[in-house]
């Protein structure tokens, strides 16, 4: 049913796979959101439908996601091709490959301690430390969005342009200026297997539209949940069509 109506729908039309490359966000775009980050379910056959999309996009299939690279490889193991991770931080450009990091700012430790200090105070809070930058969820106390905003937006100030805050599904995010899912996806375009080929990416968030903007730049296609694809389910579907009948 999914592959019929997609192939009629002008909106999904990208060019042949051996001329294409997939960018994909991970939570919320292959996967659904859960309630933590550690409760997401990989459902049965996507890395089935994974594996034959990079065969038939010659190895040009990668993951930007916003968490740290050892976490896409618990989900979805050696499947796709190369990696990126924390929105960019990170990048492993083949199977095996070294981790790449950018060269960061240097985030004041007490930001982290002053953090640790306020999330105690507030149930259903939750702090992510990252590479160069943490995270505020709030997912499980939406009336706390406020007050960890205004206190997150204080210390970006601070740091005079060094740190930006990115807003998140139930969560704030401070990260390193310029480091983002569109300096990822300008990255692994520029060698092999990706380089020449029309990229593809498709992402669920705010922290994605640098992503979508990298590929808008370069003349390929970016596609969101759910403007495009209502559910993750559908967008799966969707990945499946074009590899349908593929060994």
């Known amino acids: 049913m999914f592959g019929s109506s997609f192939a009629q729908d002008s909106r999904f039309k990208i060019p042949p796979l051996s001329q294409t490359a997939f960018l994909l966000d991970f939570d919320g775009t292959l996967v659904d959101i859960a309630p933590t980050p550690e409760?997401?379910?990989?459902?049965?056959?996507?890395?089935?439908?994974?594996?034959?999309?990079?065969?038939?996009?010659?190895?040009?299939?990668?993951?930007?996601?916003?968490?740290?690279?050892?976490?896409?490889?618990?989900?979805?193991?050696?499947?796709?091709?190369?990696?990126?991770?924390?929105?960019?931080?990170?990048?492993?450009?083949?199977?095996?490959?070294?981790?790449?990091?950018?060269?960061?700012?240097?985030?004041?430790?007490r930001w982290l301690v002053q953090a640790s200090d306020l999330l105690a105070t507030l149930p259903g809070t939750r702090l992510e430390h990252k590479q160069g930058g943490f995270v505020l969820h709030y997912r499980a106390a939406p009336e706390k969005a406020e007050v960890l905003r205004q206190t997150a937006e204080r210390w970006v100030r601070e740091s005079d342009g060094a740190f930006t805050l990115q807003p998140a599904k139930m969560a704030w995010e401070i990260r390193p200026t310029g480091v983002d899912k569109g300096y990822a996806v300008s990255l692994l375009m520029e060698t092999a297997p990706f380089a020449g080929r029309k990229p593809v990416f498709v992402g669920d968030d705010v922290t994605d539209e640098d992503g979508m903007a990298a590929v808008h730049r370069m003349g390929g296609a970016f596609f969101r949940i759910p403007a495009d694809f209502p559910t993750p389910a559908v967008f799966r579907a969707w990945l499946a069509s074009l590899v349908a009948g593929r060994g």
């Not at 990079?54 to 896409?72: E, F, K, N, T, V």
């Not at 981790?99 to 240097?106: D, G, N």
Request: aromatic share 2%.
């Open 39 to 109: 409760a997401v379910v990989v459902p049965p056959d996507l890395r089935e439908t994974l594996s034959r999309l990079r065969a038939a996009c010659g190895d040009a299939l990668a993951i930007i996601s916003g968490r740290p690279i050892d976490q896409i490889d618990q989900f979805l193991g050696d499947v796709p091709f190369a990696v990126a991770g924390e929105h960019g931080v990170a990048i492993r450009h083949r199977p095996g490959g070294p981790i790449e990091r950018a060269v960061l700012p240097s985030m004041p430790q």
